[in-house]
């Protein structure tokens, strides 16, 4: 039996996280335009936060379609506070959010390739 498992290990393909993610198609009645599925690939990015549901990442991309148009709300705030509690308000509860609004922040504003979103 050992010299078996020794043999055929080499031809086992082990579990990564990647083939343990779900497969998610666009759902029925999507906008299968070009926009569209971009709106559908920056949801789904947006939903690798952990705590960031699919209902907040749908409002984040109703109120910002686009990272560019989330980068450019961010550099249009007068200071680094409003800045980084920008997404509080877009989340259902604004209070309980405003740690995951601050982790957006610091994943698209930070300089510091070794700072812990």
């Not at 010299?3 to 082990?14: D, G, I, M, S």
């Amino acid at each position: 039996k050992m010299t078996r498992a020794l043999a055929e290990a080499p031809y086992k393909t082990h579990v990564t996280e990647l083939q343990c993610i779900k497969k998610i198609k666009m759902t029925e009645g999507a906008d299968r335009t070009d926009f569209g599925k971009a709106k559908d690939t920056w949801s789904r990015q947006l939903q690798c936060f952990p705590r960031l549901s699919e209902m907040m990442a749908h409002n984040v991309v109703r109120h910002f379609p686009t990272p560019q148009s989330l980068m450019e709300a961010y550099a249009a705030c007068d200071d680094e506070q409003q800045a980084r509690n920008l997404l509080a308000g877009v989340f259902s509860n604004a209070r309980r959010n405003n740690a995951l609004s601050q982790s957006v922040h610091r994943f698209f504003r930070s300089d510091d390739p070794k700072d812990m979103v």
